[in-house]
C-alpha cells in the first residue's frame, strides 16, 4: 500500500473543488434541492469554508491524501507551539471505511508524542469519526452544539501502535 500526504499546489483545485462538493452534497443531503439552486448553494458552501479555513488557520498545512499514486483526499493541520490542530480531513466516499482514515490519525498521534504537543480537532457530537476520535484517545473539552472541541494530551490515555 503505497499513501503519502504531498503538499497542495495550485493544479489540485479541480480535484478540492470536487472532493468538497461531494463532501457538502452529502451531509447537507443536496440532492432534494432544486438542481439550479444546488449548484449555486454548495459553491456558497465551499466558498465560504476555503475562506474560514484561511482566516482562522493562515498558517496550516494542506496536504493531499495520495493512495496509489492518485489523490483521494485532503488533510489540513495547523502545527501551533502549544497543541496542533487538525483542522479537516476528508476521504472521496469511494476510498472511506478501508482504514486510510484511521492510519492517518495515528501517524498525526504519534508524531504528537514523539513532539510531546496536544492535538486538537472539532467534530460534530453524532459524527461516526467521533467514535475513532475518542478511541485514540481524544477527550471533550467544550461543547458547541452540534460540534465538540476534542484535544488528545501526548503520551496519556489510549496508546497507539504504529500504523
Known amino acids: 500500500m503505497s499513501l503519502l500526504i504531498r503538499p497542495a499546489v495550485k493544479e489540485d ?3 478540492l473543488y470536487k472532493l468538497a462538493y461531494d463532501h457538502f452534497y452529502e451531509t447537507l ?8 439552486a444546488r449548484e449555486k ?3 456558497i458552501q465551499i466558498d465560504g469554508q476555503r475562506a474560514s479555513y484561511r ?17 483521494i ?21 469511494e476510498r472511506r471505511g478501508a482504514g486510510i482514515g484511521t492510519w492517518l490519525l ?13 492535538i486538537r480537532l472539532y467534530v460534530q457530537s453524532a459524527s461516526r469519526a467521533r467514535n475513532l ?3 485514540l484517545g481524544f477527550h471533550k473539552v467544550e461543547e458547541f452544539e452540534p460540534n465538540w472541541l476534542m484535544e488528545r494530551l501526548p503520551n496519556t490515555g489510549s496508546r497507539i501502535a504504529a500504523p
Open 133 to 135: 476520535y475518542e478511541r
Open 29 to 36: 443531503a443536496a440532492w432534494a434541492w432544486e438542481p439550479v
Open 73 to 93: 483526499g485532503r488533510m489540513l493541520v495547523d502545527r501551533g507551539v502549544d497543541f496542533d490542530t487538525l483542522v479537516d480531513i476528508v476521504i472521496a466516499k
Open 106 to 118: 495515528k501517524a498525526l498521534c504519534i508524531e504528537a508524542d514523539w513532539t510531546n504537543k496536544r
Open 55 to 71: 482566516s482562522q488557520y493562515p498558517n496550516a498545512q494542506h496536504g493531499i491524501i495520495m493512495f496509489e499514486d492518485r489523490p
Open 13 to 15: 483545485d479541480p480535484f
Open 41 to 43: 448553494l454548495i459553491k
